[in-house]
């Protein structure tokens, strides 16, 4: 337990780390690799070309990159602004709008500069990131000035907003679907453990009985033939019971390997159904069961549906009705039709089934709490319920302790 919870605080914890990570690493990225390797050559190239020309007396190349969002500055070797070429988008007399006092003496000092910073002054809600580019003026080996171009990058606060935002998005996303796949394959192993231990004790009372049996048999320890014969039939009927788990087991496997074929095509619910009701009606007369089929059964328009599928899932809910029923009670068949479905109904009036048990009748190895069910596989339910998924229809359960229970599904009309 101490364990799990470790785990449980250590997983957001990681989870956030990776996340701010993400989001500095990808910030960097968006900033550092169009300004670094993209623009550092060119800009650099041409404040170089710049600084050139005007000792030649020449402006051609300051003329062609003074522009929008672009501030050109010439210094002397004193540290005084010679010329200042401001944006097109901004006030001829307007201040830099940046502090070069700091890059300044390093230019004149002989060496370049090329350094992202924010601007000091903006309209703009978020802060203008800004290019400062300065390489010194040389007349043979002597510093005579320098000259700064300062490039204005007002789309690169939204790249990187834009990015935290999708990043974002697609991150916890991400992070949701590997989360619910991680725990529904934990879930499925949860199941698959319990599977097998379920199965393991189901086999195993039956095969104890039958050695029992077979041992107190082959010792000699009842001579009498008659004791002997009833030991026969219990170990008959514990084989039975065996081979009806397997059955069951296999079943159910198919179903869930989606190996079984829920193809549909129109059938005749008559047709399908009748060899149904004289089954049960002879077992139910024999258990001294009365046994109601709604006469709207027999008016039923062509149905969509796998004939076989629907007759197994109509057999398998009288057979857990007659289990359950005592002697002396009742089922009833009934049917409501729709527009497109039709929705039958199994119940009967036997004990019923409890409020907590409700929420888990369709559970493989399920058995409730009664003690007459001991016999059961408990597949039965959770083989109907996969059948009604393999057909694409809906099967649920109403029910009332001591006052019966009725099972509905649903079947596409044609």
Known sequence: MKKRRTA????????????????????????????????????????????????AGSEDTLNSMAGYNTRILIYDADG???????PHNAEPDAAPGLALERYLPRVL???EVFRPALAQETQRELSDIVIVVG?????????????????????????????????????WLAAYLI???????????QLQQNYIANVTHAFKTPIASIKALAE????????????????????????????HMVQDVLELSKLQSHGMDFTKTKVSAAAVLAPVWEKYAALCDCMNISLHISEAISHLPPLSTNAAC???????????????????????????????????????????????????????????SHDFNESGS?????????IATGLKEKLWVESEPGKGACFFFTVRLK
């Open 8 to 55: 449980s605080f250590l997983l957001p914890v990681v989870l956030i780390v990776l996340y701010l990570f993400g989001l500095l690493l990808g910030a960097f990225a968006v900033s550092a690799y169009p300004i670094v390797y993209k623009q550092r050559p060119f800009f650099l190239s041409r404040t170089r070309t710049i600084a050139q020309e005007y000792l």
């Open 179 to 189: 989360l619910s796949n991680a725990r529904r394959k934990r879930k499925l192993d």
């Open 378 to 386: 408990g597949l039965g339910l959770a083989i109907a319920k996969e």
């Open 216 to 243: 107190t048999l082959c010792d000699g320890v009842e001579p009498d033939p008659d004791q002997q014969r009833v030991y026969y039939g219990m170990i008959l009927q514990e084989a039975n019971r065996q081979d």
């Open 80 to 86: 005084n602004c010679l010329r200042h070429m401001p």
């Open 310 to 368: 629907l007759k197994q899932l109509l057999e398998i809910l009288l057979d857990n009705a007659v289990k359950f029923v005592p002697e002396g009670g009742g089922i009833w068949v009934e049917v409501s039709v729709g527009r497109s479905q039709a929705v039958l109904s199994v119940r009967d009036n036997g004990v019923g089934i409890t409020e907590e048990a409700l929420p888990h009748v369709f559970e493989r190895f399920y058995k409730g």
């Open 109 to 111: 000092a002989g060496k």
């Open 135 to 171: 390489v010194p003026m040389w007349e043979g080996n002597e510093v005579v000035g320098a000259v700064f171009l300062v490039k204005n990058l007002m789309d690169l606060p939204e790249a990187i907003v834009g990015y935290c935002v999708y990043f974002t998005i697609f991150y």
